[in-house]
């Protein structure tokens, strides 16, 4: 016997068969059982989720003589016909491949015809976003009008490409991604069944590179188990190429320890062993999107897939950043790894992006270092002293704040939370600032210029006056670029903690 891929072999055949798609089986079942199945459905959602499958299993049981509770017999002579996929009055058209005017024409003109062996004649037409729009026009005469007895099922990917005149015409479904949990447990029936040894990070790792598709997973299944005996994490991870989560575990520590050799050696490794520059980089914001999500106790589907061992490192690792800072590495990845599509020195574009990374911990610029860096120059040593220092002169100064605040009275406390609930980016944002001076009502507080996009002074200024107690607030942006402008402020600039901070943080008065 010839070898069925397994994405065919393990195909479902019925509606109780398909996985993770529960809210739309559970409709189409019924709409079987009382016979109202509209002229023309919809299956939108992404590649490999059971659309198709679905289709299939709806024109069987359309057509099966001894429906049972909405589902097809599967023994039935038409059962059995569209199974193998030689009933004449099931018709399946891939969108991508027949692309042209002439296939709809040929198809409107087998519409017409009633049906000759199945109750039902049924046109899948897979990937229907792609027709052209011509298509799209007999098509649509085709649905004005549709003869009994036929049914139109559409698959896309692309709901949004497909003409508003077609999707007005259809009853819509919107097949979901599915989840890890979901694939694992199908991978491991599959496993059992074709007496496949197996890690259960290996299948892990296969769900989750397999984003949601069913089909995708069972290919990748399908491929290791030709080649090994067992399925292991390790070989998942080296056949398919994907950046071991365990290499980002590493990175992100040395980013903490700020070891800026460390950081831009390991990245040089990886290209050495030739891996792609982009997806390091989305793999990388990837990473510090699961950081954020630890962070703050989120479980997500990824989240709760990753090896215990890696979920404890980043767990703990995630408590170095705040919430704001985190955010913004992200952002920036994710901007990179946008500017890489057009930049013609990729690797220098990352590294400087790489350098920034650890001082980004602790909101500071960091030009200097890129200067260094450019020049090949590794200064990170006195760097990391520097800091040092600066980060004890900080705590210490806190702390004398602590307890001087306690005799404050808890409005800029108040005014955080109320900022949360109206504005969580901004109540984040304010809550990571250094305070400068406090009394009473009165609140000076610093933020790195890197912020100064999300503390608008409008914005601000909003909060204020819906917040229910008097506040007043100011706020200064600091940067560290050289700027030689002189600083003329209603009064600040002679201010003593004004100038302390200015000459600590080579920075300006915003406002
Ligand atoms: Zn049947």
């Known amino acids: 016997m010839s070898y069925i891929v397994f994405a065919r072999k393990y195909r479902p055949q019925r509606f109780e068969d398909v996985i993770g798609q529960d809210h739309i089986v559970k409709v189409l079942k019924n709409a079987v059982k009382n016979n109202r199945i509209p002229h023309a459905l919809l299956f939108s959602g992404p590649r490999g989720v059971g659309k198709t499958s679905t289709a299939r299993i709806l024109a069987m049981a359309l057509n099966c003589e001894n429906v049972e509770d909405g589902e097809p017999c599967l023994k039935c002579k038409s059962c059995r016909d569209i199974m193998e996929g030689r009933d004449v009055d099931v018709v399946e058209i891939d969108g991508a491949s027949n692309r042209g005017i002439d296939e709809i024409r040929d198809l409107r003109d087998k ?33 004005e009008e549709p003869p009994e007895h036929v049914k139109f099922i559409f698959c ?5 490409n497909v003409i508003p005149t077609i999707l007005s015409r259809c009853q819509r479904f919107d097949f979901k991604r599915l989840p890890i949990v979901e694939i694992v447990k199908q991978l491991k029936i599959i496993c059992k069944d074709q007496n496949i040894e197996y890690e259960l990070e290996g299948l892990n790792l296969i769900a989750q590179m397999a984003d949601g598709g069913m089909r995708d997973a069972l290919s990748m299944l399908d491929q290791i188990a030709l080649m090994h005996k067992k399925i292991t994490y390790d070989d998942v991870n080296s056949i398919f190429g994907r950046l071991d989560t365990y290499f980002f575990v590493k990175l992100v520590q040395k980013v903490i320890e700020k070891d800026l050799k460390g950081i831009i050696e390991s990245f040089e490794e990886l290209l050495m062993k030739g891996f792609d520059i982009e997806t390091f980089v989305s793999e990388f914001a990837n990473y510090f999107h699961y950081l954020t999500l630890l962070k703050n106790d989120i479980t997500t589907d990824e989240i709760s897939s990753l090896h215990p061992e890696i979920f404890e490192k980043a767990k703990e690792q995630s408590k170095h950043f705040s919430n704001t800072t985190l955010n913004q590495i992200t952002r920036e990845l994710i901007e990179l790894s946008n500017k890489l599509k057009f930049a013609s020195n990729r690797k220098m574009v990352v590294e400087n992006q790489l350098a920034r990374i650890p001082f980004m911990i602790d909101g500071r610029d960091i030009d200097e270092i890129i200067r260094l860096l450019n020049e090949k120059k590794f200064t990170e040593k ?25 005799k404050e009275d808890l409005v800029f406390e108040k005014f955080i939370e109320f900022c949360k609930r109206k504005d969580p980016v901004v109540g984040t944002a304010l809550e990571n600032g250094d305070l400068l001076e406090r009394k009473k009502d009165y609140i000076k507080i610093s933020f790195p210029d890197s912020l100064e996009y999300v503390l608008k002074e409008d914005k601000i200024k909003n909060l204020i006056k819906d917040f229910n107690e008097k506040i007043n607030l100011e706020i200064l942006f600091f940067k560290n670029v050289k700027d030689d402008n002189k600083i003329i402020n209603n009064g600040l600039e002679k201010n003593e903690n004004v100038l302390k901070i200015i000459e600590r943080f080579d920075g300006e008065i915003v406002y």
Do not use: C, Q
Not at 120 to 139: G, R, S, Y
Not at 156 to 160: L, R, S, V
Not at 382 to 401: L, N, Q, S
């Open 111 to 143: 519409a017409g015809y009633v049906a000759i062996s199945a109750k039902n004649k049924v046109f899948i037409i897979d990937e229907v976003h792609m027709l052209t729009k011509e298509a799209f026009n007999a098509l649509l005469k085709i649905l």
């Open 156 to 160: 896309t990917t692309e709901p949004f």
């Open 382 to 406: 006195k760097i990391v002293e520097k800091k040092i220092d600066e980060r004890i002169e900080k705590v210490e100064t806190k702390v004398e704040e602590k307890k001087d605040d306690e």
